[in-house]
C-alpha cells in the first residue's frame, strides 16, 4: 500500500523526461503546420510587422532535415545589428546578406566592441601579424606631416613594423658596439642617406641604433626595477631591499641622490643637458631647459598632485600655477591665486567670510541664525581642489628661479620617499639623455621578430622591431630617424605610454616668441642632434593626449594620439 507524502506529487518529471516531452511536442506541432515551415509566435509577427529587423526564427530540430540555426540571445535587443549598419536603399535584399554573413554571437559582438574601444588590450601576437593598430572614433584623428609633433611622454615600449627586415639591429659586433657608446658619450652627429640598399651591411647605421638606445639612470639596482614607479609595488614586491629598515644606508642613498639630483639641476641651467625625468612612486617631474617647448626659462613640469602637495609647495614660498585649471572660468581666479603669499591669502580668504555674512547683520539676526565654523568654509572652497587630486588636471608649473627653490624642496621633503611598502626608502628615479654625476649608463632592449600574417594569395612575411624600456623624446625621434632610412621610408609604430606623463604635452602659455636659431645655438652642446634639438624646441600640439600610432609611407608620417 503506498503511503502519501505531503507535497508530493504523481505527476513529478525529471529534467529529462521533461526535455524529451517538448522534443515530441515540437515534432506533433511541426507536422500539423505546413511542411518545410514552422508557424512564428504572435509577438514576431507583430515585430515584423512594425518593420524591425530580426533574424530566421529557428526551425524545428528534426532527425533528418537541416541543421538549426543558432538561438537568439534572448538577452539582447531585438535588432543585434549596429545602428550604423543599416542597409542602403539600393542594397541588397536582407535574404542575401544574412546568407553571405555567418552567424555572429553575440559574446562575440561584445568582445569585438570592447577591442575597438581598448586597443591596447590587444595580444602581442596579434598586433605582431597586424602592422595597423586599430582606434576607436574618440581618437584624435590622423595627421600628415614629414616631421612627428614633439612627445614629452615617456613611453614604455615601441613596436615597429615593416615589410623589410629588422635583421640589421641584432646581433652587433663587439665593434659596433663600443663604436655606438662612443659616438653617445662624444654626442657625434650621424648623417645616413635617405635611402640604404643593405642595412645588414650598414656599419654607420647599427652604431647609429646603438648610440640611439642609450640612456642615462640614477639609482642602479641591477635586480630592481626602477621604471615606472607609480604603481610599481606589485612587481618591486619580494625584491631584495636592505634599505628598507636600516636608517643609515638609507641617509646615505639620499645623500648620494641628492648630489645626483644638484648635478642634473646644473647642466639644466647651464644648457648642457636639454631635460631630465624625477620619477616618484606619487608623481614624475619633467624638467626643460629654456628654449625647449617655446619657453624662455627652466620650466618644471609636476604631475600628477596632490593638495598636500600643492600646499607644501606653498608654504615654502614656490610660486607656481596650474596651466589646466585657468582655462575654467569658475576656478580661474583661485589658480592665478597659487603664485600670492599666504599672509595675502589668508587677507583676502578674511574678506571675502566678512561680506558673506554682512547681509545677516543688516537684517539683525546676526545672533539668532548659527554661523558654519571656519573648518567647514575651508573644506567647501576647497572642494574643487581634492577633486581634481591625482588626475591630469592637478598638473603644476614652475617657471624660471623657483624650480631652484623646487630643488631644494624636493631634497629637504619627507614625502618624496614612501615611508612604506616595497618602495620604502629608494630614493626617486632620474632620467636623463646626457651623463652626470653618479649616473649609470643603461640601454633598452630591441629585439627583432619575423612571423607570418595570412594575405589575399596565401601568407606574407611581417617583420617587426620590439623596443622597451623607459623610451625619452630624444630616443623616439631618434630611432625614426634611423628607420626612415633603413626601412626605406615605410614603416608603422605602435607607441605604449606611461599614461601619468602624457599631460606633458599640454602647451603652456608663452611670453614671447623664440628665434629658433638662437635657440639652437645656445643648445649646440646640449649633446642632442641638431634635428631631434630642432623638434624638442617646438610647442607641444598634443595636449593631455600622447601618440599612440605612427605609420610612414613615401616618407610621409600619419599619426594617431
Known amino acids: 500500500m503506498a503511503v502519501s507524502v505531503p507535497g508530493y506529487s504523481p505527476g513529478f518529471r525529471k529534467p529529462p523526461a521533461t526535455l524529451r516531452l517538448r522534443r515530441k511536442r515540437a515534432r506533433s506541432h511541426g507536422a500539423a503546420a505546413a511542411p518545410g515551415e514552422q508557424p512564428e509566435p504572435a509577438p514576431r509577427r507583430a515585430a515584423l510587422a512594425a518593420g524591425l529587423l530580426l533574424r530566421p526564427f529557428p ?66 601576437t596579434e598586433l605582431l601579424q597586424t602592422p595597423q593598430v586599430s582606434f576607436s572614433e574618440s581618437d584624435t584623428p590622423s595627421s600628415e606631416s614629414t616631421e612627428l609633433p614633439v612627445d614629452w611622454s615617456i613611453k614604455t615600449r615601441l613596436l615597429f613594423t615593416s615589410s623589410q627586415p629588422f635583421t640589421w639591429a641584432d646581433h652587433l659586433k663587439a665593434q659596433e658596439e663600443a663604436q655606438g657608446v662612443i659616438q653617445h658619450c662624444r654626442a657625434t652627429e650621424v648623417t645616413l642617406p635617405q635611402s640604404i640598399q643593405d642595412p645588414r651591411l650598414s656599419t654607420q647605421l647599427r652604431c647609429a641604433f646603438q648610440q640611439s638606445l642609450i640612456y642615462w639612470l640614477h639609482p642602479a639596482f641591477p635586480w630592481l626595477p626602477l621604471f615606472p614607479r607609480i604603481g610599481a609595488d606589485r612587481r618591486m614586491a619580494g625584491k631584495i631591499s636592505p634599505w628598507s629598515n636600516d636608517e643609515t644606508l638609507q641617509h646615505i642613498l639620499m645623500s648620494d641622490w641628492s648630489v645626483s639630483f644638484t648635478s642634473l639641476y646644473n647642466l639644466l641651467k647651464t644648457k648642457l643637458c636639454p631635460y631630465f625625468y ?120 614652475v617657471k624660471g628661479m623657483n624650480t631652484l627653490t623646487l630643488l631644494n624642496f624636493l631634497i629637504n621633503s619627507k614625502s618624496l620617499i614612501a615611508s612604506s611598502g616595497p618602495q620604502a626608502g629608494l630614493p626617486p628615479t632620474l632620467l636623463s639623455p646626457v651623463a652626470f654625476r653618479g649616473a649609470t649608463m643603461q640601454m633598452l632592449k630591441a629585439r627583432s621578430v619575423n612571423v607570418k600574417t595570412q594575405a589575399v594569395s596565401g601568407y606574407k612575411d611581417q617583420f617587426s622591431l620590439e623596443i622597451t624600456g623607459p623610451i625619452m623624446p630624444h630616443s623616439l625621434h631618434s630611432v625614426t630617424m634611423l628607420l626612415r632610412s633603413s626601412q626605406n621610408g615605410s614603416f608603422s609604430a605602435g607607441l605604449y605610454t606611461h599614461e601619468p606623463t602624457a599631460v606633458f604635452n599640454i602647451c603652456l602659455p608663452v611670453n614671447k616668441v623664440l628665434d629658433k636659431e638662437t635657440v639652437l645655438e645656445e643648445l649646440a652642446n646640449c649633446g642632442l642632434h641638431p634635428k631631434t634639438l630642432d623638434q624638442l624646441s617646438q610647442t607641444p600640439i598634443l595636449g593631455k593626449s600622447s601618440l599612440r600610432h605612427v605609420e610612414m609611407n613615401d616618407y610621409v608620417y600619419n599619426w594617431r594620439s
Not at 575654467?328 to 591665486?337: D, I
Not at 537684517?363 to 572652497?381: A, E, F, N, T, Y
Open 278 to 397: 624625477v620619477c616618484t612612486y606619487q608623481f614624475t617631474i619633467l624638467f626643460r631647459a629654456a628654449g625647449l617647448a617655446g619657453n624662455d626659462v627652466i620650466t618644471a613640469l609636476i604631475s600628477p598632485t596632490t593638495r598636500g602637495i600643492r600646499e607644501a609647495m606653498k608654504n615654502e614660498g614656490i610660486e607656481f600655477s596650474l596651466p589646466l585649471i585657468k582655462e575654467n572660468g569658475h576656478e580661474k581666479k583661485k589658480a592665478s591665486g597659487t603664485s600670492l603669499g599666504h599672509g595675502e591669502e589668508q587677507v583676502i580668504s578674511d574678506e571675502d567670510e566678512d561680506e558673506s555674512f554682512s547681509w545677516l547683520e543688516e537684517m539683525g539676526v546676526q545672533d539668532k541664525i548659527k554661523k558654519p565654523d571656519i573648518l567647514s568654509i575651508k573644506l567647501r572652497k576647497e572642494k574643487h581642489e581634492v577633486q581634481m587630486d591625482h588626475r591630469p588636471e592637478s598638473i603644476v608649473l
Open 59 to 124: 526551425a524545428a530540430g528534426g532527425g533528418g532535415g537541416p541543421p538549426a540555426a543558432a538561438r537568439r540571445n534572448p538577452f539582447a535587443r531585438l535588432d543585434n545589428r549596429p545602428p550604423a549598419s543599416a542597409e542602403p536603399p539600393d542594397g541588397p535584399p536582407r535574404g542575401r546578406q544574412e546568407a553571405q554573413a555567418p552567424f555572429v554571437d553575440s559574446n562575440q559582438e561584445n568582445d569585438s566592441l570592447w577591442e575597438e574601444k581598448f586597443p591596447e588590450r590587444t595580444d602581442d
